[in-house]
């Protein structure tokens, strides 16, 4: 088992910057790719962004590339997702998630962090 758990959410105006962590605990040396996703008001989740554990390789969804930017720090068990130029469409619930099989299969989940923007 992974445990999860993000911080560093908040309420931001648009235009700003927060960065978000999440911190691994468990099994950390069987993870193969944590990413985020989000998922706000009367919406379905949605993927972010996703790292490949061991190479931090990357891939961003397309309404975020040039905004956000994944990253971890494998001596530390942590991802971080820097997001900057936040807009009000970014408000969301965001998750971490972490995989041991490939790099689109995710088994673990924090509880999530709210991220507002505000006008």
């Known amino acids: 088992q992974v445990q999860l758990v993000e911080s560093g959410g908040g309420l931001v105006q648009a235009g700003g910057s927060l960065r978000l962590s999440c911190a691994a605990s468990?099994?950390?040396?069987?993870?193969?790719?944590m990413g985020w996703f989000r998922q706000a008001p009367g919406k379905e989740r949605e993927f972010v962004a996703r790292?490949?554990?061991?190479?931090?390789?990357?891939y961003h969804t397309d309404s975020v590339k040039g905004r956000f930017t994944i990253s971890r720090d494998s001596a530390k068990n942590t991802m971080y997702l820097q997001m900057n130029l936040l807009k009000l469409e970014d408000t969301a619930v965001y998750f971490c998630?972490?995989?041991?099989?490939?790099?689109?299969?995710?088994?673990?989940w924090g509880q999530g962090t709210q991220v507002t923007v505000s006008s």
């Open positions: 998630a972490a995989g041991d099989k490939n790099i689109y299969q995710y088994d673990y």
């Open positions: 468990g099994r950390t040396f069987s993870v193969y790719t």
């Open positions: 790292v490949h554990w061991k190479t931090g390789g990357t």
